[in-house]
């Protein structure tokens, strides 16, 4: 029987258990179009309370079942109304095989099942679809994975080596808290939703609140991403468990400028695009990780930002589960310059420009010595002097608070933050594609962090609007060479006229721990042993530091 073509009304949720073969009770939710006929499955699996459903950021499931869609969203084990113990994405890989089985099992479905969700529920469908491979059961007909992480080190506890401290904590203490709260351990609960509300950087050691350091047993990743132990966040990661093995099967990839995973969502889109070059979509907006309506900053894109993910999920499944004609475009990106989408054939990857650095000696002092151009640079080097006592806060970006598109020229008049501006563009310029910054520092310390933001001065304005921001954590600061730090990619035309500015600082307080320059790795440092920390910026003839931008118009 064909299905119909309007919404459909919708029944559930309905209990829908899953037992896996340990004896484990999965709890899941299904909805079901309340309508004759067979239809394709959609599997969510999350950690955070079925009813949520990514309801954060994504259409209710049974908007999704009105769509002509069965809806499974399930409990991972260990948490919600799940059996078993919670360890973050280790046992998803044969859970999540089980599952999509179970999902293909179900009464009245076609046998066709595509897995959607986002952060952590994008990775549960990476970790069931290695799982099925491995296992030689069923395979997701489709996949959404938006905003997670492909490698969890690289893409989520870490970033340029540096280890991201507020995200860390935060999610540590909310992971922490309801596994307290569902073994009825109220004080713990109550210690460690402190910390996920509002970290207390004024505790003896920021990177261990003392909530994590008594009641860690209920958030153990925390304590292996501290300590940097790569092989336990190598095992729990997507990009290892699918290494090698990446099969053609069609994606829809959603992330966001400001979104702290967004390096994980471009390496999910290669990585599925180099196995298969058909059949994939990727879709960049100007949001944060939370909420996708509009943008964070202050910017104000209106409905052009808030509209089309949850519809453009339906024209996605509709086209690869019910043959249905698709009209959207490889890659769609949110031009933030012109406050619209653009439509891609494929990611862009332009040859980078160089702007180079320049100055009197001043750029770490005031806002006006320091410049941008487009041949080499000048002049002595500029000294950054880092106060453990003051660190440079992170503002904007995806990891500052404010994040998103934010003003930063106050941040920018503090003489430790060194900053370089360009003459005004003589034209429309359109960058799109990945940032970086390559700088000769020297440093009086054993070891120091690099902090770079990369914004935008509009004709006949102050405001620094951050456009993208990059860390580096660097070891052994008697390394030679440029300093190379990755920064977010961008999609912005810019205006004639429109100022770029890059900063550089060496601490980015909270998002990042404070370097405290002896060779300590920062997060397990005692803040008593920090050391005031000189970095010298140099940008003459053997020292050639720039700025490297991805000009593609």
């Known amino acids: 029987m064909a299905e119909p073509r309007g919404l459909l009304p919708v029944s559930g949720p309905h209990d829908a258990p899953l037992v896996l073969a340990d004896g484990v009770r999965l709890a899941g939710d299904l909805y079901r179009p309340d309508a004759p006929g067979r239809f394709p499955v959609l599997l969510m699996r999350q950690p955070y309370g079925r009813r949520i459903a990514s309801t954060v950021v994504l259409a209710h499931p049974s908007w999704y079942a009105a769509h002509g869609y069965i809806v499974l969203v399930q409990d991972v084990r260990g948490r919600g109304d799940s059996g078993g113990t919670f360890r973050i994405l280790s046992d998803d890989v044969d859970d999540g095989a089980a599952s999509l089985a179970f999902a293909a099992d179900l009464p009245g ?5 595509a897995t959607y969700g986002f952060s952590y529920q994008a990775m549960t469908q990476l970790m069931a679809l290695a799982g099925a491979l491995r296992a030689g059961t069923k395979r997701p007909d489709a996949m959404a994975p938006a905003m997670g ?3 969890v080190r690289d893409d989520w506890a870490f970033e340029g080596e540096a280890f991201r401290l507020a995200g860390g904590t935060g999610w540590a203490g909310q992971m922490g808290a309801e596994q307290a709260r569902l073994a009825g351990d109220r004080l713990a609960h109550h210690a460690l939703a402190g910390v996920a509300r509002g970290t207390p950087w004024t505790e003896e050691q920021p990177a261990l609140p003392q909530a994590l350091a008594e009641h860690g047993r209920y958030a153990p990743h925390y304590e292996k991403w501290r300590e940097d132990d790569r092989g336990a966040m190598e095992r729990s990661s997507p990009a290892a ?5 990446v099969p053609a099967i069609p994606g829809l990839f959603v992330g966001g400028w400001a979104d702290f995973m967004l390096t994980g969502t471009l390496a999910m889109h290669a990585a599925f695009g180099a196995a298969s070059p058909a059949g994939h979509r990727m879709t960049i907006g100007p949001w944060g990780h939370i909420p996708w309506n509009g943008a964070p900053g202050v910017l104000s894109f209106g409905p052009r930002a808030s509209t089309g993910i949850d519809t453009e999920s339906i024209r996605f499944f509709d086209h690869h589960l019910k043959d249905r004609d698709a009209t959207d475009p490889p890659v769609r990106l949110f031009d933030v310059g012109l406050g619209e989408f653009v439509s891609y054939e494929a ?3 332009p040859e980078p420009t160089a702007f180079h650095l320049s100055s009197r000696g001043l750029a770490g002092t005031t806002i006006t010595d320091g410049m941008l151009a487009p041949g080499p640079g000048e002049g002595p080097a500029d000294a950054v002097v880092h106060d453990p006592w003051r660190p ?11 994040g998103g598109f934010a003003d930063r020229s106050a941040v920018d008049e503090r003489t430790d933050v060194a900053v370089y501006t360009s003459a005004p563009l003589p034209r429309d310029t359109l960058l799109a594609g990945p940032v ?4 000769h520092v020297g440093c009086d310390r054993p070891s120091h962090d690099l902090h770079c933001a990369l914004s935008f001065l509009p004709p006949r304005q102050d405001r620094a609007i951050t456009l993208t921001t990059g860390a580096l954590h660097l070891r052994d600061a008697g390394t030679d060479g440029a300093r190379v730090v990755p920064m977010r990619a961008v999609c912005a035309t810019l205006r004639a006229g429109t100022r770029l500015r890059l900063s550089v600082q060496a601490a980015a307080f909270p998002a990042f721990p404070v370097n405290p320059g002896t060779g300590e790795p920062p997060p397990l440092a005692h803040p008593a042993r920090a050391l005031v920390t000189t970095l010298h910026i140099r940008h003459d003839a053997r020292h050639p530091s720039r700025l490297l931008l991805p000009i593609a118009a």
């Not at 468990?241 to 093995?245: I, N, S, T």
């Not at 440079?392 to 404010?402: E, M, N, R």
């Open 347 to 349: 990611w862009p990857s």
């Open 149 to 151: 992480a492909w490698s």
């Open 109 to 113: 479905s076609t046998g066709q099942v």
């Open 241 to 245: 468990a699918l290494a090698g093995r």
């Open 436 to 439: 970086c910054a390559a700088l």
């Open 392 to 402: 440079a806060p992170a503002v904007g970006g995806h990891l500052g608070t404010p």
